[in-house]
């Protein structure tokens, strides 16, 4: 069985606030790193375990890779220990 192919930059774009933000829920610890959207917010899943911020960093460097952008221009706003987050992508500098 295929896997469903992980949301469009289009899609998560449409995620954005007025602000530019969004959540995310993250699954740290994951067998295999996917992405969906489900229940308005993006869904990050990283193998990556969830210690002194790894999880973190991996996580926003999935989602610019998502959205190919550079991981400095995504933010992170709050949740930097918690598995739900919210960050803001920044505009072209």
């Known amino acids: 069985m295929a896997r469903p192919a992980s949301p469009t ?3 998560i774009l449409a995620l954005l606030d007025a602000s530019g933000a969004m959540t995310l ?3 740290p610890g994951a067998r295999i790193e996917k992405a ?3 229940n308005g917010a993006l869904k ?3 193998r990556t375990a969830p210690e002194d911020g790894k999880a973190t960093r991996a996580v926003l460097a999935q989602l610019a890779a998502l959205l190919d952008l550079s991981v400095r221009r995504i933010e992170l706003v709050s949740g930097a220990t918690s598995r739900e987050k919210r960050v803001r992508i920044l505009a072209d500098a």
Do not use: C
């Open 36 to 38: 969906a959207i489900e």
């Open 9 to 11: 930059a289009d899609e």
């Open 25 to 27: 829920r993250v699954v």
């Open 44 to 46: 990050l899943w990283t």
